[in-house]
C-alpha cells in the first residue's frame, strides 16, 4: 500500500499475470458494489406483468391491453371518426390511433387500431384487407406478431439492374 499526499491510503492490485490480476472498478457508484448485488438479487426475486402465451409460437401477439390492428394506406384527409366507422362494423374499438404529419398536419398514412378481442381484430383483418376506404386500396394487418406470420411478396419498390 502506498500513502498519497492527503493521507489516505490507495489501494493498488495485486498482478500476478493477466488473466489473474484484480480488476479495479472506476466511475460513479465503484463503492456501492454490495448495494448493487443487492439490488440485481431483488430484480432477480420480482415477478413481472407479462402478456398470457397461449404456447403458439407464431401468429398474432396480444398487446398488454389488446389485440392491435396495423392499417397502411389511410389517405392523407381521413379523419379518426371516418376509420372508426369502418372498423367498428367488425367489433367494438378500444383505442384508434391516427398519427399526424406535425409540418402539413395531415395524416402520416397509417393507423393503430385496437380491439378487446381477437376474434374482432382478426374478422376486421379480413373485411378490411384489400378494402377501398376514401378512394384508396388499405392493407391491413396484425400490428405484433411471434415471428413470421406469412410469406408475403416484399412491398419495397426493385431497381432493374442497367
Known sequence: MADSDDGMEEQQPEVKGKRDAVR????RGADDAAAMKDHESRFQRETFEQVESDGVSKGPAKSVEGWIVFVMGVHEEATE?????KFSDFGEIKNLNMPLDRRTGFVKGYALVEYEKKDEAQKAIEGMNGATFMEQVISVDWAFSRGPIKSKASTRRRTDPA
Open 81 to 85: 371518426e371516418d376509420l372508426y366507422d
Open 24 to 27: 479495479r472498478v472506476k466511475g
